[in-house]
T-cell receptor, first 113, second 117 residues
Framework: SQTIHQWPATLVQPVGSPLSLECTVEGTSNPNLYWYRQAAGRGLQLLFYSVGIGQISSEVPQNLSASRPQDRQFILSSKKLLLSDSGFYLC????????????FGEGSRLTVL | AQTVTQSQPEMSVQEAETVTLSCTYDTSESDYYLFWYKQPPSRQMILVIRQEAYKQQNATENRFSVNFQKAAKSFSLKISDSQLGDAAMYFCAYRSRIGGSGSRLTFGEGTQLTVNP
């Protein structure tokens, strides 16, 4: 069966520090991968998605970046965090030809101080 | 671009009663998917129910059912016999059936459901 994991689960970082959140999918090949951000009490905002290795599409311009070095690995990064980067980050995956739903990781809570 | 609107930021229901959460969407496409996701306090997003636009029959999953009105672009979720474990944030989501471009989902802002004992 397919599983998705992301880490770390919780992160407290000072303003200006770098960020790396990692997401890994197991049990499937060539998934579409997504990074969403959820501000407190709000909906989900799509940040990046990827349909293959090295292919990244950005939905919202900001100081975050994403990379996909391997088929089932998706990384969210920043060189210098801002206070506004605080939030709950969710990684998700699906397959292009399946029933369309997204499968989500457990989430990573980032607090920038 | 597609948009999803949930006009009820908060709802409450008594245990064992029925509650309906509203969702409307805007699209020019004729074939798509609609979903309801549940996010409990643990923050894990869980799929509750899905509907394919070409199917006229409303989807049902145990105590959860939808009222899909394609012409009105409305997709409401009915929870019957509400349980304390149903308390969560509920998100309505849309996905185009057209492949490519990541097949991403567009989410509404969510409805926080409280279940009162």
């Amino acid at each position: 069966s397919q599983t998705i994991h992301q880490w770390p689960a919780t992160l407290v970082q000072p303003v200006g520090s770098p960020l790396s959140l990692e997401c890994t999918v197991e049990g499937t090949s060539n998934p579409n991968l997504y990074w969403y951000r959820q501000a407190a009490g709000r909906g989900l905002q799509l940040l990046f998605y990827s349909v293959g290795i090295g292919q990244i599409s950005s939905e919202v311009p900001q100081n975050l970046s994403a990379s996909r070095p391997q088929d089932r690995q998706f990384i969210l990064s920043s060189k210098k965090l801002l206070l506004s980067d605080s939030g709950f980050y969710l990684c998700a995956w699906n397959l292009g030809e399946n029933t369309g739903e997204l499968f989500f990781g457990e989430g990573s809570r980032l607090t920038v101080l | 671009a597609q948009t999803v609107t949930q006009s009820q930021p908060e709802m409450s229901v008594q245990e064992a009663e029925t509650v309906t959460l509203s969702c409307t969407y805007d699209t020019s496409e004729s074939d798509y998917y609609l979903f309801w996701y549940k996010q409990p306090p643990s923050r894990q997003m869980i799929l509750v129910i899905r509907q394919e636009a070409y199917k006229q029959q409303n989807a049902t999953e145990n105590r959860f059912s939808v009222n899909f009105q394609k012409a009105a672009k409305s997709f409401s979720l009915k929870i019957s016999d509400s349980q304390l474990g149903d308390a969560a944030m509920y998100f309505c989501a849309y996905r185009s059936r057209i492949g490519g471009s990541g097949s991403r989902l567009t989410f509404g802002e969510g409805t926080q459901l409280t279940v009162n004992p």
